[in-house]
């Protein structure tokens, strides 16, 4: 399907898109949203919206207004979102406002949407036998625009650590702490959450939640086309290029 473009970098895109999408065990949150929206116009279907939704992380942009002029000028990404060139609809894309309330639909299903990250990870300890041996935490704040909560804790467990710092299991650990700072690094490169403009907590957690979502489906993608490398990678899809 990508024998049709000249330009690598939005093959690329549309690539890791493809990848994201194929990866994601969706259809029990599409179908609740279906439900919930019930009955009426239905020019902008919810499995197109969320399509549009993921397409707008994987594109990386911090607006739904700067992503519609994706889809505006690129067939192929309306296709592989679902969105039909021919009938009676006003706007090609969807405007702002039709995301909008899309958004806020999808937010009420913040419970379903970590079901389905927790079943992601129980697929990837599945197809890779030495995922999960080894985990690394570090802190993560994104100014959500809100109210600033601070939690306490009885001891500081950055000082007060169960390995010795200066023994020689504790430098082999740390060297693992690289993989949490290039997960951070994803989240404010790839995911632009270093200048978002998002507001409130609730709508963070949702956006947090989806770009984890995307960077498993991707992973999961990638495994099922028979690719190992770069498991981890936002920008790098491991596939070979149609010629």
């Known amino acids: ?118 079943e992601m990870v129980v697929r990837l300890r599945e197809e890779m036998a030495s995922f999960g041996e080894s985990l690394a935490g570090d802190g993560k704040f994104p100014d959500s625009y809100d109210k600033i909560y601070k939690i306490c804790i009885s001891y500081d467990e950055l000082v007060f650590l169960p390995v010795a710092r200066d023994s020689t299991k504790f430098a082999r650990l740390y060297k693992g702490r690289t993989a949490v700072e290039r997960l951070n690094g994803r989240f404010d490169r790839d995911f632009m959450f270093e200048d978002h403009c998002i507001r409130g907590l609730k709508k963070m957690r949702l956006q947090v939640s989806l770009s984890l979502l995307i960077m498993n489906g991707m992973a999961l993608g990638k495994i099922q086309h028979g690719v190992t490398a770069h498991l981890a990678a936002v920008t790098k899809t491991g596939l070979p290029y149609a010629a």
């Open 1 to 118: 399907m990508f024998n049709d473009y000249s330009k690598i970098e939005v093959l690329g895109d549309l690539e890791r898109l493809q990848l994201a999408l194929e990866g994601l065990d969706d259809e029990t949150l599409k179908k609740r949203l279906e439900t919930r929206r019930g009955n009426g116009r239905n020019d902008y279907p919810v499995r197109v919206l969320w399509n549009l939704i993921i397409a707008m992380k994987v594109f990386g942009h911090r607006t739904v207004a700067s992503f519609r002029r994706e889809p505006g000028r690129n067939s192929q990404l309306r296709k592989i979102c679902g969105l039909n060139d021919f009938g009676r609809k006003k706007h090609l894309v969807p405007p702002d406002r039709v995301f909008t309330k899309f958004i806020k639909l999808l937010s009420g299903e913040q419970e379903v949407i970590d079901r389905m990250f927790t």
